[in-house]
């Protein structure tokens, strides 16, 4: 991408190449030329988090499944509104992000990963999704662009009627799958609605300022 300074690369498990770019001092994770994150466009991610917990309401220690830390925006809302009885499970699948994390980008990072109610996990999030019975109030999806993947074609699993059979599985009564996408589908909307769950889907702001570019997040209520 031009103008930016390539910093690291990495491939995505029987996927695609990501790059980590600097700009000045904001921080790029793309595809080729397609941005996937980056430092400067992060409220969506923040939303994810703030709204999923907003919705959950008051609990007795909840527990949450963060799928993909990405730049660790989710990460960071979900602990700046959860108690101290709160425990979050981050699966990414790729060290190298966690490498990024603490280092190039420390300085966002912050003790974030050091909290004492994360646990990471280096691997699949949707090994997690299918191992667990009852297991958490939320989980929350920013694994790829949406349920259209473009880093890993395995992602694909995540939102098919096995995927989200999986999730209402692993979800506790009144838990919540939330996922981001870069778009909005109406295709997917009835996927989860087929699947058995309570379906809103919200256009949420992309950017701080507000200017109508927008991302979108799907919170399915498992009844």
């Known amino acids: 991408m031009s103008g ?5 690369r990495a491939r995505v498990p029987d996927g695609v190449e990501l790059q980590l770019l600097r700009s000045g001092g904001d921080f790029i994770i793309a595809i080729g030329d397609n941005e996937l994150m980056s430092t400067d466009i992060y409220a969506s991610e923040q939303s994810l988090a703030s709204l999923t917990c907003q919705k959950l309401g008051a609990r007795v220690a909840p527990q949450l499944l963060i799928g993909g830390y990405g730049m660790g925006f989710t990460l960071r809302a979900a602990l700046a509104v959860l108690g101290a009885d709160a425990q979050i499970v981050v699966a990414e699948i790729m060290p190298e992000i966690i490498a990024w994390a603490r280092g190039p980008m420390r300085q966002i990072t912050g003790d974030c990963l050091d ?3 994360v646990q990471l996990v280096l691997d699949d999030v949707a090994m997690l999704i299918d191992s667990g019975v009852n297991a958490y109030d939320a989980i929350l999806l920013d694994v790829d662009n949406g349920p259209e993947g473009l880093t890993r074609r395995w992602n694909d699993g995540l939102y098919s009627p096995a995927g989200l059979s999986a999730a209402r599985k692993a979800l506790r009564p009144g838990g919540i799958l939330a996922i981001w996408s870069a778009d909005a589908d109406e295709a997917f909307t009835r996927q989860l609605r087929s699947a058995g769950f309570q379906v809103s889907e919200e256009a949420v702001d992309a950017a701080q300022k507000a200017d109508g570019f ?7 209520i498992n009844p």
Not at 214 to 220: K, L, P, S, T
Request: hydrophobic letters at 55%; aromatic letters at 14%.
């Open 4 to 8: 930016h300074v390539l910093v690291d």
């Open 214 to 220: 927008c991302h979108h997040i799907w919170f399915a």
């Open 115 to 117: 909290d004492l109610r």
